[in-house]
C-alpha cells in the first residue's frame, strides 16, 4: 500500500489542472477581491472562502477525474487479478488527495495571513486540520459518485458542475445571504459545501465549540456519499457486477 500510495502522490502532483482549480484560482480570487473589498471582517470570510473552494475543487473534480481514467483504462479489472484489493488502492488514492488537498488549502491561508495580516495562530491551525480533513474525505466521496454517473470525461465534466455550481453559489464563501430570499438561504443549509465554509470560518476564528455542528453535518453527508458511491460503483467503462464481482467486495 506505501507503493501504490507513492506512486498516486506523484500522480496526483502532475494534476496541473486540478492543482490550477485549487490552489492558483483561489489564491487568485483571495488577493483580487482582498484588494478590492479593503474590509478586515470581509478579509476574513474571503480567505474561508477561498481555501474552501480550494479543496472542494480538488477533492470533487480531481478524484472524479482520475477514478474515471483508472476505470477506463482498465485499472479496476486489473486489481482484481492482483493480491492487491481494490479497496486498498481506492483508500490510498483518497489518503493521497486529501494530502494535497490539505497542502492546498495550506498554501491559500498562509497567503491570505501573509498579504492581509490574518492572524492565525497554533489554535486556529489545529482547528482547521479536522474541518479541511472533514471536508476533503466529505467531497472525496462526492467525486466516486460523480465519476460512476460519468462515462466519460464530457459527462463527469457536467455531473461534476452540477454538483458544485449550486453549492458553490448559495454559500456564503464570498458573500453574506443574511438578505437573501428565505428559501434560498434554506437551501443553502441542505447543502454540504455551506457547513464547511462555516466550519473553516469558526476554525479561523477560534471558535472550538462552534465547528462541532458543521463537522457532524459533513460526516453525515460523507456516509450518504460514500453508500451511494458503493451502490454506484462500476468496475469498469461498461458497468456492471458479475458474481465474481461480488466476491472481492
Not at 49 to 55: L, T
Not at 195 to 222: C, K, M, N, Q, Y
Request: charged letters at 15%; glycine letters at 8%; aromatic letters at 10%.
Amino acid at each position: 500500500m506505501d507503493t501504490a500510495l507513492r506512486i498516486l502522490l506523484k500522480s496526483a502532483l502532475r494534476d496541473r489542472i486540478s492543482l490550477f482549480w485549487s490552489v492558483v484560482l483561489p489564491v487568485g480570487l483571495l488577493i483580487g477581491l482582498g484588494i478590492v473589498f479593503d474590509s478586515p471582517e470581509y478579509r476574513g470570510r474571503l480567505l474561508a472562502g477561498s481555501a474552501a473552494m480550494g479543496v472542494f475543487f480538488w477533492a470533487l473534480f480531481g478524484i472524479a477525474f482520475e477514478t474515471l481514467s483508472h476505470r477506463n483504462r482498465g485499472v479496476y479489472k486489473l486489481l482484481r487479478a492482483t493480491p492487491f484489493l481494490t479497496v486498498a488502492f481506492v483508500l490510498s488514492m483518497t489518503i493521497a488527495r486529501a494530502l494535497i488537498a490539505l497542502l492546498s488549502g495550506a498554501v491559500v491561508i498562509a497567503t491570505g495571513a501573509v498579504a492581509f495580516g490574518v492572524d492565525v495562530g497554533w489554535r486556529e491551525s489545529l482547528l482547521m486540520l479536522p474541518v479541511l480533513l472533514s471536508g476533503t474525505l466529505c467531497f472525496t466521496c462526492l467525486g466516486f459518485l460523480a465519476a460512476n454517473l460519468a462515462g466519460n470525461e464530457a459527462q463527469v465534466s457536467m455531473v461534476c458542475n452540477l454538483f458544485s455550481l449550486p453549492m458553490l453559489f448559495v454559500s456564503e464563501a464570498f458573500y453574506s445571504l443574511d438578505k437573501a430570499p428565505h428559501w434560498l438561504q434554506g437551501l443553502s443549509r441542505v447543502l454540504p459545501f455551506s457547513h464547511f465554509v462555516d466550519a473553516l470560518r469558526l476554525s479561523l476564528e477560534g471558535d472550538a465549540s462552534g465547528i462541532v455542528l458543521p463537522l457532524l453535518v459533513l460526516s453525515g453527508f460523507t456516509a450518504l456519499f460514500l453508500v451511494l458511491a458503493v451502490v454506484t460503483f462500476r468496475w469498469d467503462a461498461e458497468g456492471g457486477r458479475t458474481p465474481a464481482n461480488r466476491s472481492r467486495d
